[in-house]
């Protein structure tokens, strides 16, 4: 081998010899667009070893051992195409009759209305999800459903397409009631997890302002990103998006059509791809209602009524929202073209939002008024009884690292909440689960989190603000 050969080595050469290969997506994801040249440059004649040599260095080797790590599954086998392994109806009967279910008081005022209990939520990124997943949790956890779990982090083995091996202690046959936590979606392997009565929800957003949100969110795990200077990386971006953009490359997934790629598509598709509108029209098939996060409160109404529960099941404090100085206002230019370059997500929201308000218009437009209303006014209620300040507040003013939202890489911008210390015993319970973001609710219904965790340390070690 020649020196030459040597330099274009990549970390992903030293993991070819490995006795377990690693899966597809991880070798893809540990090509970081650093060449082994970095690592041998030091001893290579004419090149002084520097300090910030050295730092890059062991940046580059800790963070590869790190995506190692979070790649690495054993239990990962591939489980498809047998009937055996489907949620059988003797089954599915056997999981409803142990389940506590609402109580008939507690029932939708519907004629002939019995509330859902199998669920499965596709959890999109930047979308309100961590809202939605807190309200899954805690009915789930009211009622004693079983939730079909990941091991050892809190997502599906994500970017990987989802297998139902990936649930924590899975065997083929077995069912669950609620399935939430993010994934690439893959509906046969879903479909096997869930009774044949599951209702299938998820939620979009405006292409546009996912992306912004996105790119504040992800950037700085994507390496291409590195590269880009000024102070508003994000225009720059969009002024010229290929040059700090390649489909292969690691995290790039989420700079580009990132709904589409959540659903388990080609992210990289145009717009106007035949593709597009049939994967569309394959969703409309799968999902049975699909909310809007700039229509939150209408959304849950909704919800409330195709899963046929209360008011009370539906309360919520919106979860992992963003300081407004962190958000980016885009001119009407630099939107126009956010939108072309996620055009296929664009496609997507305007299908789904032109069915969510035919949904809006077939339960009626005052009457989704008065509901509206009733929960703004529960909500407010709520935050009167619950919060510290009544609103969220920046992470340096958490007090209880209980209701610590998980921040981006580098700094510290989600918003969160701080528990009135008075709270009245009655409600302290719904108080604290109201509160409490994804990672701790995980942790407190007994979800194994150590890949998470070590991902987070090391997050908040190297990058620290």
Known sequence: MTSEHVYSLTIEDFLSPCRKPLPKHCLLMLRLKVPLWVLVMSGKKGIKCTPVVRGLLLWVLLTNIVLVLYCFNPTQVKIRGHQEDTCPLSMAGLLKNNVTTPSQSTKSQSEGCTPAVNIMFMKTHKTASSTILNILFRFGEKHKLKFAFPDGRNDFFYPSPFLCSQVKGYRPGECFNIVCNH?????????????????????????????????????????????????????????????????????????????????????????????????????????DLVLIAEYFEESLILLKDKLCWTMEDIIYFKLNARKSSSVSRLTPEFRAKALEWNGADWRLYQHFNATFWAKVEAYGKERMKQEVNELRRRNAEMKAICLEGGNAVEPQKIQNKRFMPWQPVGESSILGYNMKKDTDPKFRTICEKMLTPEIQYLSELGVSLWLTRLWGWFKDTVFTV
């Open 183 to 287: 994934m690439r979606f893959d509906h046969q392997e879903v479909a096997k997890l869930l009774p044949p009565d599951a209702v299938y929800i998820t939620i979009l957003r405006d292409p546009v302002d996912l992306f912004e949100s996105s790119f504040h969110y992800y950037h700085k795990t994507v390496p291409l990103t590195w590269r880009i200077n000024g102070e508003n990386k994000l225009m720059e971006f969009l002024s010229n998006p290929r040059t700090f953009y390649s489909p292969e490359a690691y995290n790039s997934f989420y700079l580009k059509n990132l709904l589409f790629f959540d659903f388990g598509f080609d992210n990289d598709v145009k717009a106007d791809d035949p593709r597009v509108m049939s994967h569309i029209h394959n969703l409309s098939k799968h999902f």
